[in-house]
Nanobody, 128 residues
């Protein structure tokens, strides 16, 4: 049973960088052919795919976040991380990490039905 757990600060100030880590247990983040996603849900809105790091280390980002987002991993700790820079109160959301098979097309990563394991989510609030 794969389990994912998000961690990071619950409160970030505007203009700072939001940093979150997802710790994976029950499976390796280098196992073929999976990809590890970051997704968020702002209050009152739908899910938003932000980016993904695949089993081979390749990264792919949503055009909405590409200029501000970086995803990395620490294979020794079986963790992957999200950094979102220059945050504003509009970045307030519940942030999730999740797993899915690696997609053939970047646009396919916005298909949330393909995600088979999710973390419980972590609330991040951006203050002025």
């Amino acid at each position: 049973q794969v389990q994912l757990q998000e961690s990071g600060p619950g409160l970030v100030k505007s203009s700072q960088t939001l940093s979150l880590t997802c710790t994976v247990s029950g499976g390796s983040i280098t196992t073929s052919y999976y990809a590890w996603s970051w997704i968020r849900q702002p209050p009152g809105k739908g899910l938003e795919w932000m980016g993904v790091i695949a089993y081979d280390g390749d990264t792919y980002y949503s055009p909405l976040f590409k200029s501000r987002t970086s995803i990395s991993r620490d294979t020794s700790k079986n963790q992957f991380s999200l950094q979102l820079s220059s945050v504003t109160p509009e970045d307030t959301a519940v942030y999730y990490c999740a797993r899915r098979p690696k997609a053939n097309n970047v646009s396919d990563y916005a298909n949330f039905q393909a995600l088979d394991y999710w973390g419980q989510g972590t609330q991040v609030t951006v203050s002025l």
